[in-house]
């Protein structure tokens, strides 16, 4: 059974992301994660909450996949953008404002096969659960 990603660890995800512009190093030497940094509103308590978060790139279009490591319920952020979708992006150096769009049906099927054969362990964490992971685009504002 999957456990909950650890805060520890997502905190240092974000330090390395800030303090090397946006590349976060991947599993294999010399190759970098394509992660952004995900600011939403805490849907209960209000505050800004950071998440690091990989990212699927159609043209212009950026996803993102609320796979939670498989795990059986959604991610915080998830609910975050629910209740508030206007959302913060960083990307690299780049930093923009987003509305976070959640996507149904053959498209969602289609960007998380292609997030899934981009890094195999997303079509793991979609074994591991029976619910559907949920894609949400960051359209930018």
């Known amino acids: 059974m999957p456990t909950r990603p650890n805060n520890e660890w997502n905190q240092k995800m974000i330090e390395d992301f800030r303090a090397n512009r946006g590349k976060v190093r991947g599993m ?12 939403t509103i805490g849907a209960r308590s209000g505050q800004p909450r950071v998440t690091p978060v990989v990212y699927v790139q159609e043209g212009d279009r950026l996803f993102v996949s609320a796979s ?19 959302v913060a992006v960083e990307v690299g150096d780049q930093k923009f404002q987003a509305k976070a ?21 997303f079509e793991e964490y979609q074994q591991q659960t029976t619910r559907v992971i949920p894609v949400v685009e960051l359209v930018r504002q």
């Open 28 to 39: 294999v030497e010399g190759t970098f994660l394509p992660m952004a940094l995900l600011t």
């Open 68 to 86: 939670n490591g498989g795990m059986p319920t959604n991610p915080n952020w998830y609910h975050n953008i629910l209740a508030h979708p206007e």
């Open 101 to 121: 769009v959640v996507i149904t049906g053959k498209e969602r099927d289609e960007l998380y096969a292609k997030q899934a054969r981009l890094m195999p362990n």
